[in-house]
């Protein structure tokens, strides 16, 4: 039990699937890792124990009424597994925040898509993990709960906006998570907490709890360790119960966990650092993201791909129109006048001038993003898959986008200047959004570590995006080159 935490997400479906781990030794395991843990990390905002071991001994009542004759073939996918689900995602009984001081806080009154879905393949929740106010930004800070740090440095972000449920499955508090991801937000927190983060394309995956997203960015996917554990959660997250919407209902022959058994043939693949964002914000990627986007060629020439260059154009007019189709939804939620207040800067911003757009104008976004679609993969046709960094920085200290609280000092003109956090969050993952205004499957991968004076060793990535239907070669790629 020690080392329970040690193993990959497969090998502990797999204990317990074969009855040599109860679920109630599972959850105990983990309820007092994130007991021990969680306090200095942040990565929790609830922890719901009394229903997670309620839970966990109803799946141990399961399997023993069908450990006979049948064996593990009748349970659930995901038989006994501790998760925890995103403070955007209703889970019943349990308080849904966003993330966000001005909502009423009461308790859900059933569960929403993702977690109904999870669920019924057998997880076991261990709570709500932390996010930014409505998933906005690309670090999990708030004014509802302590922020998520970074766990190969506190001081550092876990990023966001599933930044409580990548640092929670990178300080071993659960084996995986399912993120969601609109604009960065799996790949973003698994990129500064050494993770891979899984993008599946548009409509592989509904995102359940989206609201509010006119332009169709936001999509559901795996936080793991390993590209085996996301190749399992990907898995259970393309089971039948959310078929009806996907894009590929069939998936790979015999599931994304089996497609690692084969190989991804030799592939052509275009290096890019080019962004939409570079036009409005101009910006120089960190030597660390230079760096490991050389260490991702290296590695993938060594596994017989070969690269080139990739020179890509993107129209200027995109960083417009995907913000504005991006803070619609903030724009549209129920808040009360009087508790808008208490509204993050960021947030208040944003909702002021969602609300002041009109729909014309809304619907003129999201038109042109579907040409931006259109024109940026054709370019990217040319390659089997194009790479670029994960991240431009590596990974931001807490408080430094807000320059508000943290390990500072920053500028005092920083604090409350909603466009300056923004800018600097397009700066530090400029190389995301138009992945989610393209609708393609993308995955991160940390291969280089970063080996500063103080020894702390902080983890960098690269993005690889693929054309539709491509999860499957993304995953392949991955456990390739080791991970």
Not at 202 to 221: F, I, K, Q, Y
Request: glycine letters at 10%; one cysteine or more; hydrophobic letters at 40%.
């Amino acid at each position: 039990m020690a080392d329970l935490h040690e193993l990959s997400a497969v090998q502990l479906r797999d204990a317990l699937a074969e009855g040599k781990l109860s679920a109630r030794e599972a959850t105990e395991h983990y309820l007092r890792r994130i007991e021990a843990r969680n306090k200095a990390l942040g990565a929790f905002i609830t922890v719901t124990a009394g229903q997670a071991m309620h839970d966990a001994a109803a799946a141990d009542e399961l399997y023993a009424h069908t450990a006979g004759d049948s064996g593990a073939d009748v349970l659930p996918l995901l038989h006994g597994m501790p998760v925890a689900f995103k403070d955007l995602t209703d889970v019943a009984g349990v308080v849904t925040t966003h993330g966000s001081a001005a909502l009423d806080h009461r308790p859900a009154p059933a569960d929403g898509v993702l977690a109904a879905a999870l669920k019924a393949q057998g997880v076991i929740s261990l709570g709500k993990t932390q996010v930014p106010e409505f998933g906005l930004t690309a670090y999990s800070e708030n004014r509802v709960a302590p922020p998520s740090r970074n766990p190969y440095a506190m001081s550092r972000s876990s990023g966001g906006s599933s930044g409580g449920s990548a640092a929670a499955v990178a300080a071993g508090l659960i084996p995986f998570a399912p993120g969601t991801d609109g604009g960065g937000s799996i790949r973003i927190p698994a990129a500064a907490c050494g993770l891979v983060g899984l993008k599946p394309g548009r409509g592989l995956v509904p995102a359940g709890e989206s609201t509010g997203d006119p332009a169709r960015l936001v999509v559901t996917g795996p936080l793991a360790r390993r590209a085996e554990d996301a190749a399992l959660m990907l898995d259970a997250l393309t089971h039948d119960a959310l078929k009806p919407d996907a894009a590929d209902p069939a998936g790979p022959r015999g599931g994304y966990l089996e497609a690692l058994r084969r190989e991804p043939g030799k592939l052509r693949i275009g290096i890019s650092l080019d962004s939409p964002w570079q036009g409005i914000f101009p910006f120089t990627p960190d030597a660390e993201a230079l760096e490991a986007l050389a260490e991702g060629t290296r590695m993938l020439e060594a596994a017989g791909h070969s690269t080139s260059e990739a020179a890509i154009r993107y129209d200027n007019r995109y960083p417009d129109a995907f913000t504005t189709a991006w803070t619609a939804g903030v724009g549209a939620a129920r808040i009360s006048p009087r508790r808008e207040p208490l509204l993050t800067p960021l947030t208040r911003t944003f909702r002021r001038r969602a609300q002041q757009r009109s729909a014309t104008k809304l619907a003129e976004a999201v038109g042109f993003l579907r040409q931006f679609q259109r024109d940026t993969i054709a370019q990217y046709a040319a390659w089997d898959l194009i790479m670029t960094p994960a991240l431009a920085q590596t990974p931001r200290p807490v408080g430094w986008f807000t320059g508000t609280h943290g390990d500072g000092p920053w500028p005092t003109e920083w604090a409350g200047d909603a466009d300056g956090d923004y800018r600097r969050q397009c700066e530090y993952a400029p190389w995301s959004s138009m992945v989610n205004a393209c609708g393609l499957p993308a995955i991160t991968l940390p291969v280089h570590w970063t080996h500063g004076t103080s020894g702390t060793s902080l983890p960098m990535g690269i993005q690889l995006i693929g054309p539709m239907g491509s999860e499957a070669l993304l995953l392949q790629v991955a456990a390739q080159l080791g991970f």
